[in-house]
């Protein structure tokens, strides 16, 4: 029996395929935005399940920078983390999310069906951009929905922060 280390370490490192090409570079941070199947509006509770599973994974597959739970969508920034076999992948790090999520969501719900589109889109933070920049993005989410006047009122929103008060 042949050893497949190699050819799934090669499966993390490079660019995989559905419908939208998603590319990855080690020790960048990366966007990434995936929404609801058929754009469903998350309930309450489904929203909060999602985000309990987000700052799950920060420190396992991934460093979480910051998530924004919208009622349809959601808003993540991380930078994977890496095991023997290399650097985790978007396909690894989104399939994991998206499946514990929807599974706990369906399970509370008491439902059946996707919660999840399949795609996601995700950007992997250019030289000149800040992570910094994509949580500020995240933050006023909620305010430009309407959901909230200020974001620190907006429940399904985790930015990291640093020991200074500052989100890094």
Known sequence: ML???PIRTLLRKYE????LPHYQSDLKAIFVTFAT???WILPYVARTICLEVCIFGDGKRFTLHGVVIMPDHVHIVWTPLFDENGFFSVAEIMQGVK???AHRINRELGRRGKVWQ????DHVLRKE???GDKLDYILVNPVRAGLV???EEYVWLWPRVAENGSMV
């Open 118 to 121: 399949e795609e996601s889109f």
């Open 99 to 101: 499946s514990a999520s």
């Open 3 to 5: 050893c497949d280390t």
């Open 129 to 131: 951009e800040r992570i």
């Open 16 to 19: 995989y395929r559905r419908r």
């Open 149 to 151: 006047k200020r974001a």
């Open 37 to 39: 199947y058929r754009r």
